[in-house]
């Protein structure tokens, strides 16, 4: 107790900005100690590449995103931050501008144990983040964004995740990686969940979602696009470099994906396990699963009934034949598989609404307005509201009959990974924000919650 109550009375919070103690974020790195907060005045800082070696940190941009332009500058011949020190929290920060001798250069390269990312943007570095092996560390990234990480020779990526314990990836947008993958973890165990991994019509990435070393996958509630113009035709790739991971089970449900390359494969498992399909909406040409493996009320077609595909809004007309057509997904061992949320390019999504029998893909048909803001440019760039709504009266049923929109009490209780639980249920009542910054773009005075 008494060693509890010394680290909170020496915890610090260091401010960051053109008129405060100390001038830039690498000033206050070099200062700070173990348990202490920064708080970085937003704006830009160019050139301004560290090391962070102290433990329990939280770094946060304040009063919008604290942009970090790497401007040919890099820690350790690295990143723009390389963290060090073990359980550190970045939120509200921008890097862009990592580029390196040895073409990896990152927004950050995590060599600590335990990071958590949230309300953050990578853009325009040869890696937006880059893990080494770690197999105590759970990294965590939620309501940020990717975009245009990559050198163009296949090796760097939006997000590169090596051997940690767990990677989850939660209401956020991968997108136009270049050449590279939107998604690539060796984690033991990968959670992928209700966002948005898609290049839409001019990306030039690889896969969407790359797992090479397989382990204990779960891809629930996506939506994953890949362009006519993608460098390869696999868009979630499954242990195709060898299933190492201790552990190999692949759980895919309720996702979108949207093959506008016209061939190729949605799923490809290379591993000897059974992968597990249920409720995936698959458009366009392309194999949905090659490898072992079983579809239970999935759906191939080039007619999905989406409000406006084209321009990237794929949820549900009251046309669609995903409507009621799903079933009960069931559970990976503790962890229900019933999408609990959907991605809206707001913070944490929205809630999925419960309207008779569950709808195939990433969206449940009943969005009170048709247009509103699916987040298709930006993770971070929404109105705020999705407009979805559980009064759903006059839904078409299954048999052309209409439901009373009722909340099913044969619904299971929707589930997260544990890594999750603590962590969103102390976020879901914070106010939901707007940035509307162009992809690639400064967000130095986006708002804050």
Request: hydrophobic share 35%; charged share 20%; proline share 5%.
């Amino acid at each position: 107790m008494l060693l509890l109550l010394t680290t909170v009375a020496h915890a610090a919070t260091l401010q960051v900005g053109p008129d405060k103690a100390y001038p830039t974020p690498c000033a206050a790195a070099a200062a700070v100690a173990d348990g202490d907060t920064v708080e970085i005045d937003a704006g830009t800082y160019t050139g301004d590449t560290c090391a962070w070696t102290a433990s329990r940190l939280t770094i946060k941009g304040v009063g919008g995103f604290a942009h970090l332009d790497a401007a040919g500058q890099a820690a350790g011949g690295k990143a723009i931050w390389v963290i060090q020190g073990d359980d550190t929290t970045v939120s509200w920060i921008e890097f862009s501008g990592a580029t390196v001798a040895d073409k990896n250069g990152a927004g950050i390269r995590q060599e600590g144990t335990n990071l958590t990312v949230n309300h953050c943007s990578f853009h325009d570095n040869e890696n937006g983040i880059l893990a080494g092996d770690d197999p105590e560390s759970d990294i965590v990234v939620t309501n940020s964004e990717f975009a245009d990480n990559g050198y163009g020779d296949g090796q760097s990526h939006n997000l590169y995740i090596n051997h940690v314990r767990s990677f989850t990836f939660s209401f956020s947008n991968s997108h136009h990686s270049y050449i590279g993958h939107d998604l690539k973890s060796r984690a033991y165990a990968t959670y992928v969940l209700y966002s948005r991994l898609a290049d839409d019509s001019d990306g030039q990435g690889s896969y969407q979602i790359d797992l090479p070393n397989g382990g204990l996958a779960v891809v629930l509630g996506n939506i994953v696009q890949q362009g006519a113009e993608a460098e390869n035709g696999g868009m979630l790739s499954f242990a195709e470099e060898g299933a190492s991971n201790p552990e190999q089970a692949l759980y895919v449900v309720n996702n979108t994906f949207v093959n506008d390359r016209g061939s190729g494969t949605f799923v490809t498992n290379a591993s000897a396990a059974d992968a597990v399909l249920v409720n995936d909406l698959f458009v366009g040409g392309g194999t949905a699963l090659d490898g072992p493996g079983a579809e239970t009320t999935c759906l191939e077609t080039d007619a999905p009934g989406f409000i406006d595909g084209s321009e990237g809004d794929y949820t549900l007309a009251d046309d669609s034949p995903a409507i009621d057509a799903g079933s009960d997904p069931g559970a990976a061992g503790d962890l229900s598989l019933w999408p609990a949320w959907e991605y809206t390019g707001a913070d944490d999504g929205e809630a999925r609404p419960v309207v008779a029998a569950l709808d195939l893909g990433a969206y449940e048909w009943g969005r009170a307005d048709p247009g509103a803001d699916t987040g298709a440019d930006s993770g971070t760039d929404s109105s705020g509201d999705s407009g979805k709504t559980d009064d759903t009266a006059g839904k078409p049923g299954a048999d052309g009959s209409t439901a009373c929109g009722c909340a099913s009490a044969a619904r299971p209780p929707p589930g997260l990974p544990l890594v999750l639980g603590l962590f969103l249920l102390g976020r879901r009542a914070r106010r939901r924000t707007e940035s509307t910054q162009p992809r690639g773009k400064s967000r130095a005075n986006a708002p804050l919650p």
